[in-house]
């Protein structure tokens, strides 16, 4: 079934994160090794979104991609990245994974999330490194029928945290333990009112901030693959 998110265009400016929330008793440190997540990714078969019908007038659907890089041993991290400020970006501002839109010369959706990886933190990834690709995601753009397809692909960066490259698209860029995404204790949610209506979205708290929203989806497609649930507020308030 293709996956379809809620407009994410003005969530920027508009969510708030939720205040701590006691969420009872410490569970077990959640770890992972690189073989366990390279043998579930060879073993996993990516949905393809089926073609939509092409109504007359509206634009075609572009394509982006983003990276999940993972390094470090033996405890795994992700890199994160917070998005630079800007008026013309709708997750503005946001932790997101690196990546971006297609560009007309890229040959394929993977391109796309290694040359933007390149260009946001400096991180060389090729074939090599590819650990397996996760399903697409269908993202709905604001009004006007605007569409994008997501690609997703994880990529093993080696055993050491190699340091990041600045970028004018990224304020600043992090390894995030494995362990943090899946700690209970870093669960929460972010809370966004839109035509007086009070929406919540799962998320993970990091240095102040929340992944949530679009992220948040391509780690629950991640944790998935994995079989190793993502924890959430099952309770929100």
Known sequence: MPVTLAPLATL?????LAPDTAIGPVAPQMTFAIEQIRQALAGHRPQELAPEPQLAGAAKATEAAVALVLA??????????????????PWSGHLALPGGRADPADPHPRAVAERE???EVGLALDERHLLGGLSQVLVRL??????????SFVYDAGPGLPAFASSDEVKEAFWVPLAHLWDPANA???????????????AIRWRGGAIWGLTFRVLTLFSDVLDAPLPHLEDLP
């Open 142 to 151: 604001g009004g006007g029928g605007r569409r994008m397809i997501l690609h």
């Open 117 to 119: 990886t390149q260009e």
């Open 12 to 16: 920027a400016t508009l969510a708030t």
């Open 188 to 202: 929460s949610h972010v809370e966004w009112e839109r035509d007086g209506a009070r929406l919540l979205y799962p």
């Open 72 to 89: 470090g041993s033996p405890e795994l991290s992700l890199c994160v990245i917070q998005r630079a400020e800007r008026a013309d970006d």
